[in-house]
């Protein structure tokens, strides 16, 4: 198998494993996210251990990249170009959140949840596209 069979297998897989990640702990259920967002009412904490689990995960294979020349499946890291705390990443930020408030899922889930067929995710990812879309006309794309 060659390097971009591999890099493709392996993209694959761990997107299998993200979204039985997301099954299984509940994030694509969006009435356990509005109760863990929900501090001041109903609050349920468990998906704290969830979110710690991916900042420690990801923590690790950040440090691991950083000692790597190039990543093992493909030519080089892709990594951000914009690096500071701007307008354009707050109000973004916060439009984020507010829908995540509102539907109680963000696009990873969501995407898990398309094959369930529910008009209400179907819609939800419609909004997302079309809003990605509008966004990308008015402000322009990241630089």
């Given amino acids: 198998m060659n390097r971009a069979v591999l890099g493709s297998v392996l993209s694959l897989m761990s997107g299998a494993l993200f979204g039985a990640g997301l099954l299984l702990s509940g994030m694509n259920n969006p009435e356990k996210v509005r109760a863990f967002l929900d501090v001041f009412g109903a609050w349920q904490p468990a998906l704290i251990a969830v979110m710690a689990s991916a900042v420690l995960i990801f923590g690790l294979a950040f440090a691991l990249s950083q000692r790597m ?3 093992w499946f ?3 890291f892709h990594v951000p170009s914009l690096l500071g705390i701007d307008r354009r990443l707050l109000f973004g930020a916060v439009l984020f ?3 995540w408030g509102l539907v109680g899922l963000c696009p990873g889930p969501a995407l898990v949840n398309l094959l369930s067929f ?3 995710i179907l819609l939800f990812l419609l909004a997302l596209f079309v809003g ?3 966004a990308h006309g008015v402000v322009g794309p990241a630089k």
């Fill in 118 to 120: 529910d008009h209400r």
């Fill in 97 to 99: 959140g507010m829908g």
């Fill in 132 to 134: 990605n879309r509008i």
């Fill in 69 to 71: 020349d190039k990543p």
């Fill in 74 to 76: 493909a030519d080089r």
